[in-house]
């Protein structure tokens, strides 16, 4: 899966408020990065690499697991498969947004 169709399909499920009210990475190392800034509404998704408050470094492959429901976030995370630097609690918040 490319970076162009992950951030599609996070655009589409944030939509216009997600309600995270924070600015999140996603590290997808040699494969790019993903910024959601949910600071603003409404809500952006970029490939531009800024600073977030939260940043989660994993591959675009585990991104979609987790997104389809397949690779839970506390076990990914456990399983060094999933790496989180800044504010976890905004991690936290993240399930439900791409449930």
Not at 32 to 39: E, F, I, K, N, S
Request: with cysteine; hydrophobic share 45%.
């Amino acid at each position: 899966m490319s970076l162009e169709l992950v951030t599609a399909g996070l655009k589409e499920k944030v939509g216009e408020d997600c309600g995270l009210g924070a600015k999140l990475k996603f590290d997808f190392g040699d494969d790019g990065v993903m910024v959601l800034d949910a600071t603003q509404v409404p809500n952006t998704v970029s490939n531009e690499d800024s600073d977030a408050q939260c940043t989660m470094a994993l591959s675009i492959e585990n991104f979609m697991e987790m997104a389809e429901g397949k690779l839970d976030g506390t076990a990914a995370f456990m399983s060094g498969k999933l790496k989180i630097q800044g504010d976890m609690s905004i991690a936290m918040k993240l399930g439900p947004i791409l449930a």
